[in-house]
């Protein structure tokens, strides 16, 4: 019977769906923080995103563009292992290494609307908990819009 | 539910952080050289125009010339030696990560090639680009896909296009991207629909003159289909045609005068159309009207959707257009190729439509010659060969079954017929298999499903074949399968037909008698477009093979065959 009066966040601790090895043997995806990426002056994007240690997840684990474009991403890797990152980006994939402690930047280009999933390339880390998504919002620009009266959706 | 608070700032355990630099191009981490020789830099109009007779070596546009015959004059590989056919190379596209569509992703691509450079599209935004003797990858490019793109009916592309140092094509979130043809790198991309509206593109672009043609996709979200054409360096738009007029606009007499069922009259262009460059005509076919298969909420004929569209190039207008399925009810799309021919003096087009017919039209006007069936099982309707249209079983009153011949997949998809002109002999790939549809009219809202009703195509019972047909619509000949065909033909002047199924065996047929000469298995079932190509005097056959889109329409009763993902080419031992 889902429990849907009760707040989200308590049924995921309660439910062991959000760490590693509770119910699950890694982490539900998509079960940490939202963030939102913070828009410069020239229309460019930036955020960071994060491993804490032992968590095997990224922080946020839905990052929210407010549209589409380039974004700078600091990565930052808190955790006691070596992981790794591969972003979604017009082009070709972006790869980082992350050593154990370490910090490094992402430049991605991204059309929107739309949402993207990345993670760690490295063994089943993408499983475990470290896949997150990057949601784009926002509209197709007006020209690339259906020359027909609005349409309701759902 | 509420929004889970964001995780606070942490420091690294030792106080200060390795430096992990700049993330760089993943391609960075292969063997790819990141370039390729400038090949496409001299292909303009005027190859492309003469591209079967002058350059016969190459295959420099989607159907290898602007007729849509896919034939080819190399003959290097004949039926005296074709037994003799073996594996020259293996390119193996592969994905990382989470992809939309995860279970439909496959090769339905026609590869291109010019002076001994491939250019193949992939799934998911993927252009590699090859050495076509060895298969070696010199460069590709890897758009980014939305994973919750609207895609109907699965996350495919057709192929791409080449002219002046460039290569283009379009991508599943309906972009429409120019890219440098020795490095990959982006030169410009545009926008070309609108993904919240359940817009999508997949067809390969068409270069004509000094603008690229272009389509989209969505038929089945209750879009409007619409014809574009870009500036080739600029990526300007040059126009666009609506394939559902607006209320006033002729044809818009074929559609309720009230409400707005225009709007949502689907008629997409989602595979590439065909050229005369005498008449300055595109031939475009066009998709299914929207709802598919609820005709009560747009009464009429519903122009010009199912139809051929005759657009003059230069400024997009309709000069002619003829419907295959008039009021279509069973999701009868007619975006499949028009192949022109001339016959006795004659320009005319042929089109082996879904609804299980073969129609032949003055190209120059659109007028009927004739009208033949091409498929065993047709009761959805019957068309005479006059072309009058008198349909019988279609999904009329809510919640009540339907079955009918072909299924929504039709008796043709969308892979290729090829034309051999030496024996005026039409090789297509039939699909045999019924549906039952039951009417479930639902509310319109903008980029959900819009299809009026539930389907469910048969699992058994089914069949295909590789068939000739004269330009008359007799059959010559007909190689029978238990299951559809749901892949394209290659004709050569070898006097060969070459076609893959859907259990993997790449075949080569007698072009006049139909007697398998050859066969291989690829490991994987064939659902794009084999093409042939000379470097340095050997001739080739390549083939994308690899099984998934729209399976659950096409031939749902081997959708769990498992996927692949190989290009092939082969050619002759020593």
Redesign the interface.
């Known amino acids: 019977m889902p429990m849907k009066t009760q707040?989200?966040?308590e049924l995921l601790s309660k439910l062991g769906l959000d760490g590693q090895n509770k119910a699950t043997i890694g982490r539900v995806l998509s079960?940490?923080?939202?963030?939102e990426a913070t828009e410069r002056p020239d229309g460019t994007m930036e955020a960071t995103i994060?491993i804490?240690?032992d968590e095997m997840s990224w922080?946020?684990s839905i990052l929210v563009l407010p549209h589409g474009g380039t974004c700078e991403l600091t990565?930052?890797?808190?955790d006691?292992n070596t992981h790794a990152?591969?972003?979604?980006?017009?082009?070709?994939?972006?790869?980082?290494?992350?050593?154990?402690?370490?910090?490094?930047?992402?430049?991605?280009?991204?059309?929107g609307?739309?949402?993207?999933?990345?993670?760690s390339?490295a063994g089943n880390d993408?499983g475990r908990g470290l896949?997150a998504?990057i949601v784009?919002s926002g509209?197709?620009?007006p020209?690339?819009?259906?020359?027909?009266?609005a349409?309701?959706?759902? | 539910m509420t929004t889970i608070p964001e995780a606070p700032e942490s420091t690294s355990p030792k106080g200060e952080y390795i430096d992990a630099g700049k993330a760089i191009n993943h391609s960075q981490l292969s063997s790819l050289k990141h370039s390729a020789p400038n090949v496409t830099k001299g292909i303009d109009y005027e190859r492309i125009l003469k591209a079967r007779t002058a350059e016969p070596q190459n295959w420099i546009t989607y159907y290898g010339a602007y007729d849509g015959q896919r034939h080819s004059l190399l003959d290097q590989i004949n039926t005296d030696n074709v037994k003799k056919l073996k594996v020259a190379w293996i390119h193996q596209a592969s994905s990382t990560g989470l992809i939309a569509s995860t279970s439909t992703y496959a090769f339905e691509a026609c590869p291109l090639v010019v002076d001994g450079i491939m250019f193949v599209t992939g799934w998911d935004g993927f252009l590699w680009a090859l050495d076509a003797t060895t298969g070696e990858q010199l460069w590709r490019y890897k758009h980014a896909v939305p994973f919750d793109i609207t895609l109907c009916c699965a996350n495919v592309n057709r192929g791409c296009a080449v002219a002046n140092g460039k290569v283009y094509m379009v991508t599943q979130n309906a972009q429409l991207l120019c890219l440098n043809a020795t490095n990959g790198e982006k030169i410009w991309h545009k926008a070309i629909g609108d993904v919240r509206a359940g817009e999508s593109a997949s067809l390969a672009p068409l270069v004509i003159k000094d603008t690229l043609i272009t389509g989209s996709a969505g038929g089945e979200y209750g879009v409007r289909g619409h014809i574009d054409c870009w500036d080739l360096e600029t990526g300007d738009h040059k126009w666009r045609t609506y394939t559902v007029p607006k209320p006033g606009e002729p044809g818009s007499e074929t559609w309720p005068a009230d409400g707005e069922a225009w709007a949502r009259g689907g008629g997409n262009h989602w595979v590439t159309g065909t050229y005369d460059p005498e008449l300055n005509l595109y031939f475009a076919g066009t998709g299914n009207p929207g709802p598919d298969f609820d005709g009560e909420v747009r009464e009429g004929d519903n122009l010009y959707t199912d139809s051929v569209v005759a657009l003059d190039v230069d400024s997009g207008e309709i000069k002619w257009h003829y419907q295959f399925t008039p009021h279509d009810l069973w999701d009868y799309d007619s975006t499949m190729e028009m192949t022109l021919f001339e016959r006795d003096g004659k320009k005319l087009l042929a089109h082996f439509d879904k609804n299980g017919y073969m129609f032949v039209l003055d190209r120059t006007n659109g007028e009927l010659q004739h009208v033949t069936p091409f498929v065993d099982r047709i009761d959805w309707g019957v068309i005479t060969r006059d072309g009058k249209v008198t349909p019988r079983k279609y999904p009329e009153k809510e919640g009540e079954p339907v079955h009918f011949f072909p299924g929504p997949a039709g008796a043709k998809e969308w892979t290729h017929a090829a034309y051999n002109p030496n024996h005026d002999l039409f090789y297509v790939p039939v699909a045999d298999v019924g549906a039952t549809a039951t009417r479930r009219r639902r509310e319109f809202k903008e980029g959900m499903p819009y299809w009026g009703a539930a389907v469910e195509v048969d699992i058994d019972n089914m069949a295909g074949s590789v068939s000739a047909f004269d330009s008359h619509g007799e059959e010559k000949w007909r190689y029978r399968m238990d299951m559809p065909m749901a892949a394209s033909i290659l004709s050569t002047a070898g006097n060969l037909v070459f076609a893959g199924k859907p259990t993997g065996e790449f075949m080569a047929f007698h072009a006049e008698t139909g007697e398998k000469l050859w066969e291989f298995q690829c490991g994987s079932g064939h659902h794009s477009s084999p093409m042939t190509y000379t470097v340095d005097g050997k001739q080739y056959i390549a083939v994308p093979v690899g099984w998934g889109g729209w399976l659950e329409g096409i031939i749902p009763g081997m959708s769990a065959q498992g996927h692949g993902a190989s290009l092939i080419a082969f050619e002759l031992s020593d």
């Open positions: 707040d989200r966040s079960t940490g923080s939202i963030g994060r804490g240690e922080e946020p990565i930052i890797n808190d006691t990152c591969l972003l979604p980006s017009n082009g070709d994939k972006k790869f980082i290494g992350l050593l154990n402690g370490s910090k490094g930047t992402a430049t991605i280009e991204l059309d609307p739309g949402y993207y999933w990345y993670g390339p993408e896949t998504a784009v509209e197709v620009p020209e690339a819009k259906l020359d027909r009266p349409q309701s959706r759902p």
